[in-house]
């Protein structure tokens, strides 16, 4: 049966921030798998992994940095115990007075509060004599029960319930009731999810908005000549984990998140991607996702099979600069049309070669808009022959960079599930000028400015990592990058990276299909399509087998007929019946149609729109379900205020994870359980916590997933 449903509260608001360097990966809400004994802790051993440089927790209320009393949600260090009878949370650290010129070790506060920000664990001190002592102690994690001598005494935390919970880690003067704005540093931290009996789970710590800080392990204070490194894990919205390496980074303080949208929050990523000229204020970039410092746990975040190859549905049809180019795909992607014209085979940039984007696809049949025009910006001829290929791509991972002076090493990024790849790196740096002063001549008034001018701009063809790198006065493909200009630090206005957003972008992965060839409509003029208006095209199952289709006609003039075709796999489509077009210029039309035997699943249709010139166009592709095995998910009430019930409909008994997500694929509420063969009824009463508005809730079983929308209304 079904354990009680626990509700996790994802805020995405994310301040805005006015110094200290801003990373944001923006990926999503949900998370993946992991060794269940990993050698190392977590904390430390990954951001460190050079005892030599330093990396550290940096926690600065003034400018919105680290995990503090009652910081941004985003900044949250949160952690998910899935036994709470059998899992703990250990940790400690190492603190610092930021204090220049001072290297004072110091007693901090804790709290723990769970998902819905109630204190479980009121404020703790930590005083230096409880903390981590060595780097050596810190990288060998928790000794829990003698089980790694080795390693540091652990503060412990024994929850009562299953759920996620989060850290706060702050400095105090008044016993911790309030917190003090002075920086402090996190020089060692670990934090792990562990048995009694000391068998650690990873994957299951993870933050928004990691604040990092680069310095000196020598004299424990902040240092730009110290280098940032290690991997770092990012769970995107279309639940596929990227892995992002750092090595030889230089930006001394940064904010380390991950978001789909860019340097902008906005609602064009053509125009978001591009990087910008910031200046002094720290963009605003909410709803990023989860950042791991390891693989996340499958087993609480799943990953997504991978995507099936993607296929053209049929010939072009329409007239420039409305050409229509139908395809579907299985699942939900960024969709990408190369029109190789240049009679060289692949894309080369400069030529008549082009690619089509479509962003943010849908599953199912979709038809790409094509202007007509080629990569040149002239107009390809009529009947042309074009191959072409398709490619979906999922998992879409930007990479905004803000202030980041140095980073002359690039970055690594790849794959990790469901596909192991080496993605290709995208840049659009076009919009960077130059900024006074022209030339740099003071470390602290021109600190805000940039005269390094513009990079180079790749938006197309991709750089395989390690790639994207800067050092001083500009950017290119070069790894490592130039050194000349900006090495120093003493005036940072010659750095490629200072007082912008730089922003960089890849696909976790990509499918493509075979070339395919299609020939280039023609219209008797280019600015004359068909004047008929199809509204209202349904279809819909009844009796058995039989399927009732329905549509409206408008702006008939010069109208024939309809032809309605019929496919059993979406794409090979034969004609089922010829309907006349009625008089006036708008007529409702039904048809009836019953296909006898149904070999598959589903069933395709769509209409055929002819003129009486023999012009004609295709409707969108509408699929009738047939399948009655497998899950069919239905909630009631909906909209609702207090309650749902779940039925849920199997061919089998399954294990059945059902969650609810929000529009950025936070994930809100989550529970486990097991269903019978036949109809099941899941009673769900913690909705009654989710705020109005609209929510997808998935059901998941194996590698099928079904997704309703939700509506909450009180």
């Known amino acids: 049966m079904f354990s009680d449903l626990h509700l996790k509260k994802h805020a995405f608001a994310f301040k805005q921030r006015t110094s200290s360097k801003t990373i944001c990966f923006l990926l999503l809400a949900l998370l993946m798998d992991s060794l269940r004994t990993p050698v190392m802790a977590v904390g430390t051993a990954q951001v460190m992994p050079n005892p030599a440089n330093g990396a550290a927790i940096l926690i600065a209320p003034t400018v919105l940095s680290g995990p503090y009393r ?65 780097y050596n102690q810190a990288v060998a994690g928790p000794n829990i029960d003698g089980t790694a001598p080795t390693g540091f005494v652990p503060l412990v935390f024994n929850p009562s319930a299953n759920g996620t919970y989060y850290i706060e880690i702050y400095f105090s003067t008044d016993a911790g009731l309030t917190v003090n704005t002075a920086q402090t540093l996190l020089t060692l931290f670990e934090f792990t999810i562990a048995t009694p009996a000391g068998v650690r789970r990873s994957g299951r710590i993870y933050s928004q908005a990691w604040s990092f800080i680069t310095y000196n392990p020598t004299g424990n204070q902040g240092n730009i000549n110290n280098s940032f490194a290690g991997d770092f894990y990012a769970y995107t919205n279309d639940s596929t984990v990227a892995k992002l390496g750092f090595t030889g980074f230089r930006p001394l303080g940064f904010t380390l998140c991950m978001n789909n949208y860019g340097a902008v929050n906005g609602t064009n990523w053509f125009n ?22 390891d693989i996340p746990d499958a087993t609480i975040f799943p990953t997504s099979t991978p995507a099936v190859t993607p296929q053209f549905t049929g010939t072009m049809y329409g007239c420039a600069p409305d050409i229509n180019i139908p395809y579907w795909i299985d699942r939900p992607g960024d969709v990408v049309i190369l029109l190789d014209l240049n009679g060289v085979s692949g894309y080369q940039a400069g030529t008549a070669d082009r690619y089509l984007y479509f962003i943010d696809r849908p599953a199912g049949h979709n038809v790409g808009v094509w202007d007509g025009l080629n990569g040149l910006g002239a107009t390809v001829v009529a009947n042309a022959t074009i191959d072409m290929m398709l490619s979906i791509r999922r998992g879409r991972v930007n990479i905004p960079l803000y202030d980041a002076e140095l980073n002359p090493q690039g970055f690594n990024v790849a794959g990790i599930m469901p596909l192991s790849t080496v993605p290709r790196l995208y840049f659009d740096d076009g919009l960077l000028t130059n900024t006074i002063p022209a030339t740099c001549a003071n470390s602290t008034t021109d600190v805000n400015n940039n005269n390094t001018g513009a990079g180079i701009t790749n938006v197309n063809v991709g750089l395989a990592s390690p790639a994207r790198a800067w050092n001083g006065p500009g950017s290119g493909n070069a790894v490592p990058a130039p050194a000349a200009g900006g090495s120093g630090t003493a005036i940072a206005c010659d750095d490629f990276g200072n007082a912008r957003t730089l922003n960089t972008w890849f696909w976790t992965y990509e499918v493509n299909s075979a070339i395919f060839t299609m020939i280039r409509t023609g219209c008797s003029s280019e600015e004359d399509a068909l004047p008929i208006t199809l509204v209202q095209f349904n279809a819909e199952r009844i009796e058995g087998s039989k399927v009732n289709l329905m549509w409206r006609g408008e702006n008939q003039s010069n109208f024939e007929k309809f032809v309605l075709e019929r496919s059993e796999d979406g794409i090979n489509f034969k004609a089922v019946a010829t309907i006349p077009g009625k008089e006036g210029m708008q007529a409702d039309y039904n048809y009836l149609d019953a296909p006898g035997a149904i070999t598959g699943s589903k069933l395709y249709y769509r209409l055929k729109q002819v003129d009486k010139d023999a012009r004609f166009k295709y409707s969108r592709i509408l699929s009738v379900s047939f399948d009655v095995n497998g899950l069919t998910v239905l909630l009631r009430p909906n909209p609702a205020s207090n309650f749902i019930n779940i039925s849920i409909n199997s061919d089998k008994k399954l294990s059945v994870t059902i969650k609810v997500v929000d529009n950025f694929g936070g994930l809100l509420l989550m529970q486990r359980g097991d269903i019978n063969k036949g109809d099941n009824i899941v009673h769900i009463n913690n909705v009654s916590l989710l705020k109005n508005g609209i929510y997808s809730v998935v059901v998941i079983a194996g590698h099928t997933q079904v997704m309703q929308k939700l509506i909450i209304q009180k």
């Open 70 to 134: 009652e910081a941004p949600a985003q900044n949250r260090i949160s952690f998910v115990v899935a036994d709470h009878e059998g899992e703990n949370f250990y940790f400690n650290v190492k603190a610092y007075d930021r204090t220049l010129g001072i290297a004072n070790q110091v007693a901090v506060y804790y709290r723990i509060m769970d998902a819905l920000d109630n204190m479980i664990v009121g404020a703790t001190p930590i005083s230096p004599g409880q903390q981590i002592s060595t």
């Open 272 to 293: 978001d991607r591009r990087s910008q000229n910031t200046g002094a204020v720290t963009p605003s970039l909410p709803n990023g996702y989860p950042v791991f410092l």
